[in-house]
């Protein structure tokens, strides 16, 4: 999810290539030192760290609230949240360090502007009720899109993904518990909870990526085994999930044209505007450039502490070695 | 307010005011590893907070909530060093080390406290603490004796945060009333082993802590300017909704 | 001078009397620090009792295209396995 619209590579011909689809067909898992086309791999660097760098950038937006939350529980569980991004960022780095490119590259990537992130995480968050629609809905879809990766074809990924559902299984709730409080409490905060509603919905439905009759670079990847639902399989999984949920808050979703299909024993729903969401990602959204602008700024003023660890380290390994 | 009261309330608004500096650092934090681990050290910090509120919620008719979020910069009581800002991170990470090395001795005497519960927090938090020190003591000493830059930070920083430690050692009637009941520790030992652990540090560190004036205030509600800021920020939500629930 | 820090292997034992098992890694000057940072990133959740850090260049590791010769001959030994002997039932417990 956070890492759609990801340029597929191309596959080989060779025996090697087949005897490499073969393995895959078989589920067996790929790890770092087996052989693999240069396609799979490239396409996975560029996956996964995509799905590294949204947890970092994803860190930002609620960040913004740690020290606004409005209960010291809440501050509490907000910094855990928000911390734990930091650390699925992390495990997502560390398993694309495995395909031989090192963090400080893909940092690169980001800082300059080359690698993308989802576009989610460009918007806004103007009130309190922003960061709980932010887990219910946005944290909700990852999970969506996360949970099926967890048997991706690629053993560090795969494991990465395992790790990153079990601790994000607390993030969506605690974004519902959130918005449950504001809808249980004042007329302001009710108001509150579906203004934000009202401006993550259609965010949260295209963070699935285009429609799939549009995406033209899945079909490789699925049969290499790292994407493994359709965009819009998902898209609808989601909405079928979701459309209850805010029925039981008394929460109206921003879409006229939703409505459950008895046929299909799902619900059709409206088509989001896909050029805000192309202009958007081409860089135009309201937070695109305080988002890298921040990113940035942490790494440059960090330098200097990452030196002095470095030289620090360097010191004592050479006065180790002198004394022995 | 009793004496027993104006102590939690600085312990607790120590560790309120700290955290919430800390939780600015995240996901601005040089690496990301150190990133996780000042969040880590925030939620200690806020939990020591909630503990230390309730102790004082019934004397004071407030919900350890509307101690953090309904109370003006004079009645915070919080020590002027937690309060000093992000200047940059080895601001952050000298500022809690100072607050580390008086924290630690402070609650290893609570932990012989004549009251109970007290007795039962400080060795709840304790093991916190200890790891707190453990690595902000490690990184005070890394980055001190690393690169000529690290050095020159480390050092500005301790210029800057070295006169508020008389803030965070200071003692009133208040605290020996307590003192003489056997609920706090003396002043004279936490003061020496701060003393130790900060001469040893900074001498394996090549820091030096500066000498002239010292500054006091926060521990009776005399605070920077920063202070009025800070508490703008954290306040914002709960004042701008009264009686809501969150 | 580069600045990034090496990358560690992080092995975490989850409970007592467990072996310690590979949980994922991290970067970090030296060992020191590695394993402050394993406690912070690894055991948020109260993950384990211990952790070891290996310096992820000191890891030597078979070549998996040797796999066949190296795991292959064991598979026909199938009598080392307890289930390949039939015992009575009426003989009891073994």
């Known amino acids: 999810m956070y890492a759609q619209m990801v340029e597929s590579g191309q596959a080989g011909t060779s025996d090697q290539d087949?005897?490499?689809?073969?393995?895959?067909?078989?589920?067996?898992?790929?790890?770092?030192?087996?052989?693999?086309?240069?396609?799979?791999?490239?396409?996975?660097?560029?996956?996964?760290?995509?799905?590294?760098?949204?947890?970092?950038?994803?860190?930002?937006?609620?960040?913004?609230?740690?020290?606004?939350?409005?209960?010291?529980?809440?501050?509490?569980?907000?910094?855990?949240?928000?911390?734990?991004?930091?650390?699925?960022?992390?495990?997502?780095?560390?398993?694309?360090?495995?395909?031989?490119?090192?963090?400080?590259?893909?940092?690169?990537?980001?800082?300059?502007?080359?690698?993308?992130?989802?576009?989610?995480?460009?918007?806004?968050?103007?009130?309190?009720?922003?960061?709980?629609?932010?887990?219910?809905?946005?944290?909700?879809?990852?999970?969506?899109?996360?949970?099926?990766?967890?048997?991706?074809?690629?053993?560090?990924?795969?494991?990465?993904?395992?790790?990153?559902?079990?601790e994000e299984s607390f993030h969506q709730r605690q974004g519902f518990d959130i918005v449950r409080a504001l809808v249980e409490g004042t007329e302001d905060q009710k108001a509150m909870a579906q203004d934000a509603l009202n401006r993550w919905w259609w965010p949260a439905i295209m963070m699935f990526g285009p429609p799939d009759a549009d995406s033209t670079h899945s079909e490789q990847s699925m049969k290499w085994g790292i994407k493994l639902n359709s965009n819009d399989e998902l898209r609808q999984k989601f909405v079928d999930q979701t459309v209850p949920q805010a029925e039981w808050l008394g929460l109206t979703l921003p879409d006229p044209d939703l409505k459950w299909n008895e046929d299909r024993q799902s619900y059709d729903f409206g088509t989001p505007d896909w050029d805000e969401f192309f202009n958007v990602i081409k860089g135009n959204g309201i937070c695109n450039r305080e988002r890298l602008d921040a990113r940035n700024k942490a790494w440059d003023d960090g330098a200097w502490f990452r030196e002095g660890l470095m030289a620090h380290a360097e010191k004592t390994t050479k006065q180790n070695i002198a004394a022995e | 307010m009793s004496p027993f009261a104006t102590f939690c309330l600085r312990m607790g608004d120590n560790a309120l005011i700290l955290g919430q500096r800390t939780g600015e650092w995240c996901g601005h934090a040089p690496v990301l590893e150190e990133d996780i681990a000042f969040a880590n050290m925030g939620l200690d910090l806020i939990g020591q907070t909630q503990l230390w509120y309730g102790m004082v919620s019934d004397e004071l008719g407030k919900s350890p909530d509307d101690l953090a979020f309904f109370r003006g910069e004079r009645e915070f009581l919080n020590t002027l060093l937690v309060e000093q800002p992000n200047t940059d991170f080895a601001h952050a990470l000298m500022r809690q080390y100072l607050f580390d090395a008086w924290h630690l001795p402070m609650l290893d005497g609570l932990t012989g406290s004549t009251n109970a519960d007290v007795a039962a927090l400080a060795e709840k938090s304790v093991k916190e603490v200890r790891y707190h020190i453990d690595r902000s003591r490690d990184l005070i000493v890394r980055l001190g004796d690393g690169s000529p830059e690290s050095h020159d930070r480390m050092q500005a920083a301790l210029d800057w945060l070295w006169p508020f430690t008389a803030?965070?050692?200071?003692?009133?009637?208040?605290?020996?009333?307590?003192?003489?009941?056997?609920?706090?520790?003396?002043?004279?030992?936490?003061?020496?082993a701060f003393d130790w652990e900060t001469a040893e540090t900074f001498a394996r560190a090549t820091l030096t802590a500066p000498d002239g004036p010292r500054r006091t205030g926060g521990r009776t509600g005399n605070h920077s300017e920063h202070m009025g800021y800070l508490l703008a920020v954290m306040q914002s939500v709960p004042r701008a909704h009264p009686g809501a629930h969150w | 001078m580069s600045t990034e820090f090496p990358l560690w292997e992080v092995f975490i034992r989850g409970q007592h009397g467990l072996a310690h098992r590979h949980v994922g890694s991290l970067h970090a000057p030296d060992a020191e620090l590695a394993l402050k940072s394993a406690r912070d990133v690894y055991t948020r959740r109260n993950e384990g009792v211990s952790i070891w850090v290996v310096p992820s260049s000191a890891i030597a590791a078979l070549d998996p295209s040797e796999a066949e010769q190296n795991f292959a001959p064991s598979e026909s030994k199938i009598y080392r396995h307890p289930t390949f002997f039939d015992i009575p039932e009426d003989v009891g417990a073994m």
């Not at chain 1, 967890?150 to 053993?155: D, E, I, L, N, V």
């Open chain 1, 18 to 166: 087949k005897a490499f689809q073969d393995k895959i067909d078989r589920n067996v898992r790929i790890e770092p030192r087996d052989w693999m086309p240069e396609g799979y791999r490239k396409t996975l660097i560029r996956q996964i760290s995509q799905h590294a760098h949204s947890e970092i950038v994803g860190q930002l937006p609620e960040g913004n609230w740690i020290t606004r939350a409005p209960s010291l529980q809440r501050k509490a569980i907000l910094l855990a949240k928000v911390q734990d991004e930091a650390g699925h960022g992390l495990y997502l780095y560390c398993a694309a360090e495995t395909l031989g490119v090192s963090r400080d590259e893909l940092t690169e990537q980001l800082l300059s502007g080359k690698a993308k992130y989802s576009s989610i995480f460009n918007y806004p968050t103007l009130t309190w009720a922003d960061v709980g629609m932010i887990g219910w809905l946005v944290d909700g879809a990852a999970i969506m899109n996360q949970v099926p990766l967890q048997r991706c074809s690629y053993g560090p990924y795969s494991r990465a993904m395992i790790r990153v559902c079990k």
């Open chain 2, 167 to 192: 803030d965070l050692l200071a003692r009133d009637a208040a605290d020996d009333t307590l003192v003489a009941e056997g609920m706090i520790p003396a002043a004279a030992p936490v003061q020496q």
